[in-house]
């Protein structure tokens, strides 16, 4: 007896949909390390930066990924620092994404730290388009 898509259990949609968005991280993590986004165009470009010419807090984000990914920490720094502080928070929701235990996040999910984040986020891009010492170090090195 076959049973039609509206009978099947809630449990099993879930975990195709785990499976399938691990599936797709996997992925994407593997094109990062393998393909160098400097050298290969196929890959995004910053519409803030091509529009306005300033950079974005994520401007040098594929770069510094790429870079950490091959253990060159200063590199990945040089690009974007924030790659050190995005990619804990994406492998700790995937976690608690997958595993259901709450982490960390859980309890920084609150508007407070989402305002205060996201004022940080705009110091971060006023400071990294600013072209003199010491703020021109947290601009990509392109």
């Not at 976690?95 to 999910?109: A, H, P």
Request: aromatic share 18%; with cysteine.
């Amino acid at each position: 007896m076959l049973l039609k898509p509206t009978q099947l259990p809630m449990k099993s949609n879930n975990v195709i949909l785990k499976l399938s968005i691990a599936t797709i991280l996997i992925s994407v993590v593997a094109i990062y390390f393998i393909f160098n986004p400097a050298e290969y165009a196929f890959f995004p470009f910053c519409p803030f930066y091509k529009i306005t010419g300033w950079y974005c807090p994520g401007c040098g984000g594929q770069r510094a990924f790429h870079a950490l990914l091959h253990g060159h920490f200063l590199d990945a720094l040089s690009d974007n620092f924030l790659i050190f502080i995005m990619v804990p928070i994406v492998v700790l929701r995937m976690f608690q994404e997958f595993t259901g235990k709450r982490t960390i996040l859980y309890q920084l999910q609150n508007s407070y730290f989402a305002y205060g984040f996201l004022c940080f986020l705009v110091i971060f891009t006023i400071l990294r388009n600013l072209s003199f010492h010491p703020f021109n170090l947290l601009a990509p090195q392109v």
